[in-house]
């Protein structure tokens, strides 16, 4: 029984990868995980703008201009090394890839980082972008604009593979996927997901909802991904966001997916949760005869059969609420 499974060019022992999160934020914790059998670990994200508020703080505290300027790079050099030291230290330590990911606010932070990334050995970069909309002048094109801009000024310049983290707000995820893989980029993730606000009522105040998805989240993204894989079929497809068990992990690769990257079902019971998953994948590959993952990667997505059409797309609606 193979379990392994292609993912950006990269070959997984297995298609569970964990998700950019505390849970990879150190050597102690991605080693944790490949000894639980995780196929791949994808690091937590660098944020630039963290290196810019941290440097704003410490600059309340001194008026020399030239001390202003050399906290900020040292604030900034610290950071990015100490980021690159994980690298390194995780690629020497790990037989497993080792997958980086940053989130930048303008061009130069995304190409200085990813060029240092790739300089220390990762191997492969995903890309965490996220533009909240604000202004009501700015139109969606711009925003897709900004994201395929970003996209191409880090394939440009770095030769490891680039994926991308995608949100869910796109009004047609099929194009951005398929202009993302215009733009040399090996893979999409299907998608990322935020903090929320939610309302107060009795207290009258705004605060962050629940941190932690639910696999009740994942039915959306299977359609996503089902329509997605088939058409843009040069381009590899994560789901990150819902897969909590075995079953789900079966379900997002029978849909398109290449891999699914955990991490609430790690947070809630363990790194124990991976051989689990890992175990239901084995045993149902067994029972439906597969010798291997690629086998039936896709084999339920939107155009693997015309029978299947009607719950990727709006025809399953009409006929649930028919009179």
Same mark, same amino acid.
């Not at 970003?150 to 869910?168: A, E």
């Given at each position: 029984?193979?379990?392994?499974?292609?993912?950006?060019?990269?070959?997984?022992?297995?298609?569970?990868?964990?998700? /950019?999160?505390?849970?990879?934020?150190?050597?102690?914790?991605?080693?944790?995980?490949?000894?639980?059998?995780? !196929?791949?670990?994808?690091? +937590?994200?660098?944020?630039?703008?963290?290196?810019?508020?941290? /440097?704003?703080?410490?600059?309340?505290?001194?008026?020399?201009?030239? &001390?202003?300027?050399?906290?900020?790079?040292?604030?900034?050099?610290?950071?990015?090394? !100490?980021? =690159?030291?994980?690298?390194?230290?995780?690629k020497a330590s790990l037989a497993i890839p080792v997958i980086a990911s940053i989130n930048c606010m303008n061009e130069s932070g995304w190409v200085d980082y990813a060029r240092k990334i790739e300089e220390v050995g990762a191997d492969a970069l995903e890309l965490n972008i996220f533009l909240l909309p604000t202004r009501p002048?700015? &139109?969606?094109?711009?925003?897709?604009?900004?994201?395929?801009?970003?996209? /191409? /000024?880090? &394939?440009?310049?770095?030769?490891?593979?680039?994926?991308?983290?995608?949100?869910?707000?796109?009004?047609?995820?099929?194009?951005?996927?398929?202009? &993302?893989?215009?733009?040399?980029?090996?893979?999409?993730?299907?998608?990322?997901r935020f903090i929320e606000p939610d309302i107060d009522v009795d207290n009258l105040k705004v605060f962050d909802s629940d941190r932690l998805s639910s696999n009740a989240e994942l039915r959306s993204t299977i359609r996503s991904v089902a329509m997605c894989a088939p058409q843009v079929s040069g381009i590899d497809i994560a789901v990150s966001t819902g897969v909590h068990t075995g079953e789900d992990?079966?379900?997002?690769? =029978?849909? !398109?997916?290449?891999?699914?990257?955990?991490?609430?079902?790690?947070?809630?019971?363990?790194?124990?949760?991976?051989?689990?998953? +890992?175990?239901?994948?084995?045993?149902?590959?067994?029972?439906? !005869?597969?010798d291997a993952v690629d086998q039936f990667v896709g084999l339920l997505s939107n155009k693997s059969s015309e029978d299947y059409n009607e719950f990727y797309q709006r025809a399953q609606y009409m006929k649930t609420f028919q009179q």
């Open positions: 029984m193979r379990l392994e499974t292609k993912y950006l060019g990269l070959t997984l022992p297995n298609p569970v990868v964990i998700a /950019s999160s505390p849970l990879t934020s150190s050597l102690k914790h991605v080693v944790e995980m490949e000894n639980a059998g995780a !196929g791949a670990v994808i690091l +937590k994200s660098i944020f630039e703008e963290q290196i810019l508020d941290e /440097s704003q703080f410490l600059e309340r505290f001194h008026d020399y201009p030239e &001390t202003i300027d050399y906290l900020r790079n040292y604030v900034g050099n610290d950071y990015i090394q !100490g980021y =690159l030291s994980l690298i390194k230290q995780a002048e700015q &139109t969606s094109a711009e925003i897709e604009k900004h994201y395929l801009d970003t996209i /191409s /000024s880090v &394939t440009d310049v770095v030769g490891i593979p680039v994926s991308v983290k995608l949100p869910k707000k796109f009004t047609n995820v099929l194009n951005i996927a398929s202009e &993302t893989y215009k733009r040399k980029a090996k893979g999409i993730v299907m998608f990322n992990l079966v379900k997002v690769l =029978l849909a !398109g997916a290449k891999a699914a990257e955990i991490c609430t079902v790690v947070y809630k019971h363990g790194a124990a949760v991976i051989e689990e998953m +890992k175990m239901y994948l084995a045993s149902w590959m067994n029972t439906h !005869g597969f």
